[in-house]
């Protein structure tokens, strides 16, 4: 990209670096991943203690009708098969695409991986803005877009399993009690 260039119509100037566009292009295609990855590494690093399904950035909401509105809108369980897993890909991460054992530590397990996965897809969402910084205006929406895109089927994912597995915990805790 070529400097920045007069027009009738101000827009505000974040871009900092010119690059020919080759290299503008080879950057968005390397600092994608990176961000991807960095925010699932970020995640990764963080005690599960930070994430509990109870607190607020991960409940359930009463709008959600226990995931309900995922399959209703989205149509979630027809594509869901096809997201990459992550956690399958990172060494010491927790692979989510089945159910690995139907014990209540397991489930527990996946509701705090389902959990560290949905913030991993919001912080990757985060950094679009970055690309202003060696890119005309018009291209951070663009990113915005992409990375919402790329991010958010995996947290409907996420925010459509977990209160599934929130069920099935509950339904094994009422049938020991009544044991």
């Not at 089945?98 to 397991?106: A, F, M």
């Not at 985060?126 to 990113?143: Q, R």
Request: glycine share 6%.
């Amino acid at each position: 990209m070529e400097g920045p260039q007069n027009s009738d119509v101000e827009v505000a100037q974040v871009q900092i670096f010119y690059f020919p566009d080759y290299c503008t292009l080879v950057l968005f295609f390397l600092l994608w991943p990176a961000f991807q990855v960095s925010a699932a590494l970020l995640c990764l690093a963080m005690n599960n203690s930070h994430f509990s399904y109870n607190s607020f950035l991960y409940r359930c909401r009463k709008w959600e009708n226990g995931g309900i509105i995922y399959q209703k809108i989205f149509k979630v369980r027809s594509w869901k098969k096809y997201l990459p897993d992550g956690g399958a890909l990172i060494k010491g991460g927790y692979a989510k695409k089945h159910l690995q054992t139907l014990s209540k530590e397991g489930l527990q397990m996946f509701l705090v991986e389902s959990c560290r996965a949905e913030l991993s897809h919001i912080l990757a969402i985060l950094p679009f803005w970055v690309f202003g910084l060696f890119a005309p205006p018009k291209v951070i929406l663009f990113m915005l877009l992409y990375s919402i895109a790329m991010n958010l089927p995996c947290i409907i994912t996420q925010r459509y399993n977990r209160p599934r597995i929130i069920r099935l915990l509950q339904d094994m805790e009422r049938s020991a009690i009544g044991m």
